[in-house]
């Protein structure tokens, strides 16, 4: 442990949070209302629309079918345009944003389709809008879920993080790779192997609280 300090931990520490934080946000901005889309536009939704759904199902295909790590040198182009550099924390933030939106959407689109048809049915008996049947139904009866599919979405973006370390995307993915790994370092691994462990740890057990809670209501 003699080639890194406590502060270059924490340091690491603090940008991978900004990074899973920072992804998550925007990447649930896009990908939630992505998931409604799949689910009230497929076949049997709400307002099928087999053309929009194919759109959307085709290219959320596409991005999931590459690993991460590819894309991350796919889109070096465009990070760039973005952000004016592909190194660093604020450059990874874009891939990891391109890779959790339409993972997110389809974690959605899996929680929304758990909702009982009879609630949907009785929504629109009552004659409610659209809108009024996917937040005043649809989310509030899938809240559990939905909860827990985020929670999956932040630990998948965790390990994202650690592989954008692998060209210099910072964070304990980072430190792991130029401290441990090029350097021989075994203790250097050890710890960023038990940080992420106790990050993962701790933001399941949080999903799940949360998750029990709200089907409580």
């Given amino acids: 442990m003699s080639t890194i300090t406590g502060s270059q931990i924490i340091k690491a520490i603090i940008e991978t949070l900004q990074m899973v934080s ?16 799949l689910v009230i ?13 194919s759109v959307l199902n ?27 550099s592909s190194i660093g924390t604020k450059a990874a933030i874009i891939p990891l944003i391109v890779y959790i939106t339409p993972y997110i959407a389809r974690l959605i689109e899996n929680s929304l389709l758990e909702v009982s048809s009879g609630i949907i049915e009785a929504a629109e008996a009552m004659g409610a ?14 809240l559990g879920s939905l909860i827990l599919s985020l929670t ?14 692998t060209v210099g995307g910072g ?21 960023t192997v038990i ?21 409580r209501h």
């Fill in 58 to 84: 085709n290219i959320i295909n596409i991005v999931r079918s590459l690993p991460f790590i590819i894309l991350l040198v796919a889109i070096v182009p465009f990070t760039r345009f973005i952000v004016g």
């Fill in 22 to 37: 920072i992804s998550l946000a925007i990447g649930s901005v896009f990908g939630i209302p992505l998931g409604v889309l």
């Fill in 171 to 191: 964070g304990i993915g980072d430190v792991a790779i130029s401290y441990g790994y090029q350097r021989f370092n075994t203790g250097v691994i050890v710890v």
């Fill in 41 to 53: 536009t497929k076949s049997g939704g709400i307002i099928k629309n087999k053309v929009v759904f």
């Fill in 152 to 165: 999956t979405a932040t630990i998948g973006l965790i390990g994202a993080t650690a592989m954008a370390g």
């Fill in 129 to 142: 809008t659209t809108i009024q049947i996917i937040w005043h139904f649809l989310l509030p009866e899938a």
């Fill in 195 to 215: 940080i992420l462990i106790i990050f993962v740890q701790a933001i399941q057990n949080l999903g799940n609280v949360l998750a029990k809670k709200a089907r």
